[in-house]
């Protein structure tokens, strides 16, 4: 019975290691690193900036505007009449709940966009991804999260180089 148990355990030990000697070529992609530098990334922030300038613009006139009330209820409202004083504060009021509302209104359709192109370049990146993939022969090939990737298996680089070659 210890023989074959003995037998058993040298059989898994030899299969072990025949298993773990294959050769794999394992590669890293590096997600956040890709959608910074990578051409199509930045061509498509650049594309959201022009997107979003006049709504921005609009959003700065009137957050310059909300600002300039507060200073001038600040400075002469205790001189004011009270009725003056009331309606001053009334549209305060109103134009910071304005400006409120076009902010969350921005934030959220920026938000929505980005993640638009984002699925973009990240569909881009993933076609590279697989080419490389196929052309270099890697049996794994993987992206953030990861906890740790050496330098010697990350293929960031050739992907940024071969979306910008695109």
Not at 73 to 88: C, I, Q, S, Y
Not at 137 to 162: G, H, N, Y
Request: proline share 2%; aromatic share 4%.
């Amino acid at each position: 019975m210890n023989r074959i148990a003995t037998t058993f355990a040298v059989a898994l030990l030899l299969a072990a290691t025949a298993a773990h000697a294959a050769d794999y070529k394992i590669g890293f992609v590096n997600t956040e690193r890709l959608f910074r530098e990578a051409a199509p990334a930045k061509r498509a922030q650049q594309k959201l900036e022009r997107e979003f300038a006049a709504r921005d613009a609009d959003l700065q006139k009137l957050t310059r505007q909300v600002r300039d009330l507060q200073t001038l209820l600040d400075k002469d409202g205790p001189t004011m009449g009270d009725a003056e004083r009331r309606n001053k504060e009334r549209d305060l009021a109103n134009q910071t709940r304005d400006l409120q509302r076009m902010q969350r209104e921005i934030r959220e359709d920026i938000n929505l966009r980005r993640n638009e192109e984002l699925s973009s370049v990240q569909e881009r990146a993933n076609k590279v991804i697989q080419q490389i993939a196929q052309d270099d022969k890697f049996d794994l090939i993987l992206q953030d999260p990861v906890v740790f990737a050496s330098q010697r298996i990350d293929i960031t680089d050739k992907v940024i180089k071969a979306l910008a070659d695109k």
